[in-house]
């Protein structure tokens, strides 16, 4: 599949596609992020969200301990909007979200229940090089 921009003339198009043996297509999705060339809006993200959230669902039910959490969230579920902010321009209103939902999972008990929150949420979130520089002082 190929993608081409709106200045691309039609016949070049079809020469290319034919060439390429590629079907011409207006969006794709790949690795479960819609790609187009027009302006991604919050909906095109809401099924990497809606699995996000069941992945999630599924390890909250199990009994983690909270460094199993931190662990699970950073590298399983930080690294997503990473990927995703380096292929296109997500909305902040994802990003928020994905961040609450993040939180959220941190910070509850696994019969539902909140938590008390053991560290702040920032403090959670430092940068591995952040975190060696405060642990070596």
């Known amino acids: 599949m190929v993608i081409f921009g709106k200045f691309t003339n039609h016949r070049t198009k079809k020469r290319i596609s034919k060439l ?7 969006e794709l999705n790949y690795l479960g992020v819609k790609m187009t060339l027009r302006r991604i ?3 095109d993200f809401s099924r990497l969200m809606e699995v996000a959230a069941n992945r999630l669902n599924i390890w909250g039910q199990k ?8 662990v699970l969230i950073k590298s399983a579920f930080l690294s997503l909007p990473m990927f995703l902010t380096s292929i296109s321009l997500v909305p902040l209103s994802i990003l928020n979200e994905f961040d609450k939902m993040c939180r959220s999972f941190l910070l ?3 019969n539902g229940n909140t938590g008390i929150p053991y560290t702040s949420w920032k403090k959670l979130c430092k940068t591995k090089k952040k975190e060696v520089e405060d642990y070596s002082l």
Do not use: P, T, Y
Not at 20 to 26: A, E, G, R, S
Not at 63 to 70: A, D, P, R, T, V
């Open 41 to 43: 809006v919050s909906s």
């Open 108 to 110: 509850k008990k696994n």
């Open 20 to 26: 390429l043996k590629f079907n011409v297509v207006k």
């Open 63 to 70: 009994f983690i301990s909270l460094e199993g959490k931190m």
